[in-house]
């Protein structure tokens, strides 16, 4: 059987994934049936073969949602998934803000320690902080580097 949509069935792993699969958006749109409308995502199904598809806007915060990036939902119940899952495309978005704002940050060179309780580390740049505490008092979440 000659798939259509071959090309675009392995995993989204990375943002750079997604900014390479939102140009094909309009040529996968085109094989699949729009079936459920979600907040900010649309389910599809690709009718010769059952498989369900997740339309979601991975840069929404621009003029009319930005462009739509599709993917194959490889879950055991994908229309839960749909219903229930994390936004794919934004995890990996904020996968990626994550991992920029830390390469960002520079080496660990200061000449003192940093000043989180128990920490023997040298503080970055412009920092009282060593780079992990650094990250965390920013982001408010903990580092996950």
């Known amino acids: 059987m000659n798939d259509p949509l071959a090309r675009f ?14 140009a094909f958006t309009e040529e996968i749109k085109a094989e699949l049936k729009e079936v459920k ?29 930005g462009p739509s990036c599709l993917y194959l939902i490889d879950a055991d119940d994908p229309i839960s998934y749909f219903d229930t899952g994390p936004y794919l495309t934004s995890e990996l978005r904020k996968e990626a803000d994550r991992r920029e704002f830390w390469n960002a940050l520079g080496e660990e060179n200061g000449v003192m320690v940093c000043r989180a309780e ?17 990250y965390e008092s920013i982001k408010k979440e903990p580092c996950p580097f």
């Not at 069935?9 to 939102?22: A, C, F, G, Q, T």
């Not at 580390?121 to 780079?131: E, T």
Request: aromatic share 14%.
């Open 9 to 22: 069935r392995r995993p989204l792993k990375s943002l750079d994934d997604v900014r390479e699969r939102v």
């Open 37 to 65: 409308v979600g907040d900010w995502k649309i389910l599809h199904q690709y009718e010769p073969d059952g498989t369900y598809w997740a339309e979601e806007y991975p840069f929404g915060e621009m003029n009319g949602g």
């Open 118 to 134: 128990g920490c023997d580390r040298k503080n970055i740049k412009y920092s009282v902080f060593c780079k992990k505490h650094h």
